[in-house]
């Protein structure tokens, strides 16, 4: 990443930042709260949790964001890839739902992390489940 992007990121307000973030998680694959945290405290050189992230996701998530294909907030799940069956909206459509549009497996209200978190995002780290730099 270089200097001047990360001035950039550094320059805005955590929910901004937070939103470059979930923007630059691919189709067809997901990243959890913790995740997401950890890559926030890179930014911000905060001290934010996973259970923070959601927080501030739950804040953002609007209804006119809620099927916004520049905020996939559905592309957001727990550690353990579980998904919310939550209805999103009057039409019921539920993130398990937005996340099978984009052939993600969903089996049993889960997600295997092993398979669909691992991707080069940030920086062209490494992303994978449990750890930052893979």
């Known amino acids: 990443m270089t200097q001047s992007v990360y001035y950039f ?16 998680v691919p189709y067809g694959r997901v990243i959890s709260y913790g995740a997401l945290a950890e890559r926030l405290n890179i930014l911000t050189d905060a001290t934010t949790s996973g259970r923070m992230v959601g927080r501030i996701l739950s804040s953002m998530w609007t209804k006119e964001r809620k099927y916004d294909a520049t905020f996939p907030r559905w592309r957001v799940i727990n550690k353990q890839g579980v998904v919310s069956t939550l ?33 080069f995002g940030l920086g062209g780290l490494p992303v994978t489940h449990g750890s930052l730099f893979g």
Do not use: N, P
Request: glycine content about 10%.
């Open 87 to 119: 209805k999103l909206g009057e039409k019921g459509i539920t993130q398990v739902d937005l996340l099978r549009d984009e052939w993600v497996d969903v089996i049993d209200g889960k997600v295997d992390m092993g398979i669909y978190e691992r991707w």
């Open 9 to 24: 990121i550094s320059s805005v307000g955590m929910k901004e930042q937070l939103a470059m973030l979930i923007q630059q």
